[in-house]
């Protein structure tokens, strides 16, 4: 699988690490949260089929992490985009 | 023989990054680039000015390679630039940390191409390119500084008996 790192351009797929589901924002006041929110915040993540939103870091080259939106499916890569971007409407 | 490997000893390396370049806008970065007498490259490329190559690593950072200078010269030179360039920049010496080698012929991209995912084509990858990535499982950095036949390559001095011995080996159908 070929990923399209936002600076480098497509680079094989062993040259990046996986990073999760991307655009989980820290809780606005983290002393109001309770153990459950905390659990919900720290572990629980979205397991979509279709476009999902997520982080990867291109550790082998620019060092840099970014968010790209790819299809748990077929593995498509629609878009790739610098951390703090708005995610791209898909479809 | 159709393609030569070379250790090109004792050259000065030096990470450079400029937090205020991370964006790709060079502007406020004249009095480093004028210390440097060279122009700072965009991303996957070179420049080089006599014996100093600058290859671009990533967003704000770069490799500098020059000639073997014990003094440090390179490095100290670069203090007052970066602090008139602004916050958050640096300049380190990493000439130990990495050995250099370089492999040239005209079969010299089909050696490397035993090893590295990504397209030495010269539509791709012509003079002036440079890439960091994997080369046989090893982290490095790739450049193609001019129009001849030659690539240079920095490895992590840790990695650089492996990928040598890999290099000589993969280059066996080519001699
Ligand atoms: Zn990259």
Redesign the pocket.
């Known amino acids: 699988m070929l990923i399209p790192?936002p600076?480098?351009g497509e680079?094989e797929e062993t040259e990046f690490h996986y990073g999760g589901q991307a655009h989980v924002a820290y809780p606005d006041d983290p002393s109001a949260v309770d153990d459950a929110g905390w659990a919900a915040y720290l572990f629980v993540r979205d397991n979509s089929k279709g476009w999902f939103a997520e982080r990867w870091l291109?550790r082998a080259?620019?060092q840099?992490w970014f968010n790209a939106v790819r299809h748990t499916v077929t593995y498509e890569i629609a878009a790739a985009y610098p951390p703090g971007a708005t995610r791209p409407v898909i479809g | 023989m159709t393609v030569e490997l070379c250790d090109v000893a004792r050259r000065t390396l030096v990470e450079l990054r400029l937090s205020t370049a991370e964006d790709g806008d060079l502007g406020n970065t004249g009095p480093v680039q004028a210390a440097l007498d060279l122009t700072l490259p965009g991303p996957g490329r070179t420049s080089q000015v006599g014996g100093r190559l600058a290859v671009w690593l990533?967003p704000g950072w770069w490799l500098l390679d020059d000639r073997p200078d014990e003094s440090g010269g390179l490095e100290a030179g670069l203090v007052h630039p970066l602090r008139a360039t602004g916050p958050r920049t640096s300049a380190v010496d990493v000439s130990a940390g990495f050995v250099v080698l370089e492999l040239t012929g005209p079969s010299a991209a089909e050696v490397l191409a035993h090893g590295c995912s990504i397209d030495l084509h010269r539509r791709s990858f012509g003079p002036g390119s440079s890439a960091r990535t994997m080369l046989a499982k090893a982290q490095v950095v790739l450049a193609r500084p001019d129009d001849g036949p030659t690539y240079r390559i920095w490895v992590r001095t840790s990695f650089s008996r492996y990928l040598v011995e890999w290099l000589l080996d993969a280059a066996v159908e080519y001699r």
């Open positions: 790192c600076w480098c680079r291109h080259g620019c840099r | 990533g």
